[in-house]
């Protein structure tokens, strides 16, 4: 069973910026966050294959969000830039060891999740 760790998030004013780390106990093949504002359904944001670092954003955050990775440590940053209002929700890391490339968007291909990290932004 893998288990991930995150830290980062916390409250930021609209402009702002935040960095988001999750750290998996074993090797994965791909990690993702995804966030769920209150009264809405968890989204994806952003996703890396740990091969090749190939990245994925959700036409939300693209341009403002960057997903890196770290193999040795097996950790994951999600560098949150021009933080809004509406980025405010609780972000959690998830990820897999057999994920393919045309699932990443999907939350229910992620077997393993962190405990989630909550990001305020305030107007």
């Known amino acids: 069973q893998v288990q991930l760790v995150e830290s980062g998030g916390g409250l930021m004013q609209a402009g702002g910026s935040l960095r988001l780390s999750c750290a998996a106990s074993e090797g994965i093949n791909a990690m993702a966050w995804f966030r769920q504002a209150p009264g809405k359904e968890r989204e994806f944001v952003a996703a890396i294959k740990w091969s090749g670092g190939s990245q994925f954003y959700s036409d939300s955050v693209k341009g403002r969000f960057t997903i890196s990775r770290d193999n040795a440590k097996n950790t994951a940053f999600l560098q949150m830039n021009g933080l809004q209002p509406e980025d405010t929700a609780v972000y959690y890391c998830?990820?897999?060891?057999?994920?393919?490339?045309?699932?990443?968007?999907?939350?229910?291909?992620?077997?393993?999740w962190g405990q989630g990290t909550q990001v305020t932004v305030s107007s």
């Open positions: 998830a990820a897999g060891k057999r994920l393919i490339q045309s699932s990443l968007r999907q939350a229910a291909q992620y077997p393993y």
